[in-house]
């Protein structure tokens, strides 16, 4: 079992009420801080993206939380502060998340540049077909979390994420889903970049799937991870460009 497998079952292991969350570095993570996550958003308080990860955000949704109830305003989720939240928390029917509501507006949409990311032919065939000036690189050799760092920083309008994978039949293309969330404008982009692939001609088999990746749980705005398997010449470079042209659209039409 590697790392992040073992890491994953432990955060797992969390239910709300477990721990006291607050924000403290390194961030808590868990099921029990996206389960908090997804009942303050429920409320109309925005915690960020639901991805079981307790930063600033979350902080300030639950200070707002606690200041509406009249309960001691920590930024803590104290036994107190969770009876609270539970008494108010809906028991019948599904209730929009506000996260989704503002991933569906795109208010939240960031105005930085588009980081691209990756290696292999198909990643750098992407990149010459990208418009330049609107792109930030990464070193090829860097972690998931300088990545995911750059592009939070610079508020940056998306990523993208190409990397072969000799595993991989055709080509997969992943958006952030995870608990009771997904990233709603990352659907539409991997929906609208897979209808764009079928449209090749020799094209190999496309995927669409929502996944729980880092680099997708760690960037807080759009992002679309492509990984694919063997791909020869003509196929490389039209799909190249039918990823290109969608991406370029989505982000800077």
């Known amino acids: ?16 009420g477990d721990r006291l969350l607050y924000l403290t570095r390194p961030y808590l993570r868990g099921d029990d801080v996206a389960d908090l996550q ?16 307790f930063g600033p955000l979350l902080h300030d949704a639950l200070l707002e939380f606690q200041t ?17 939240l539970r008494r108010v928390t809906p028991t019948v029917g599904e209730r929009t998340l506000v996260t989704e509501l503002r991933d569906v507006a795109n208010d939240g949409r960031f105005d930085g540049p588009l980081v691209v990311w990756g290696h292999g032919r198909l990643h750098d065939a992407v990149l010459t077909r990208l418009p330049l000036s609107l792109v930030e690189q990464p070193p090829r050799d860097a972690s998931i979390e300088r990545v995911a760092s750059l592009a939070n920083s610079q508020r940056a309008a998306g990523v993208l994420v190409v990397m072969p994978n000799d595993v ?24 609208l970049v897979a209808a764009q692939l079928t449209s090749v001609d020799t094209a190999p088999r496309i995927s669409v799937a929502g996944m729980s990746l880092p680099i997708l749980r760690e960037t807080k705005m759009t992002t679309l991870h492509i990984t694919h398997g063997l791909l020869d010449d003509n196929d490389n470079n039209a799909c190249a460009q ?9 982000f800077h039409n």
């Open 38 to 53: 997804v009942r303050l958003s429920q409320l109309g308080f925005d915690p960020g993206r639901i991805d079981g990860v």
């Open 68 to 84: 509406n109830c009249g309960v001691t305003t920590d930024g803590t989720l104290t036994r107190r502060t969770l009876l609270e």
């Open 168 to 191: 991989v039949e055709g080509i997969e293309l992943h958006y952030w889903a995870s608990y009771r969330s997904h990233s709603r404008q990352g659907e539409r982009l991997a929906s």
């Open 242 to 250: 039918a990823i290109s042209a969608t991406v370029t659209e989505f």
């Open 1 to 16: 079992m590697d790392t992040t497998t073992w890491q994953r079952l432990e955060e797992a292991g969390w239910r709300l």
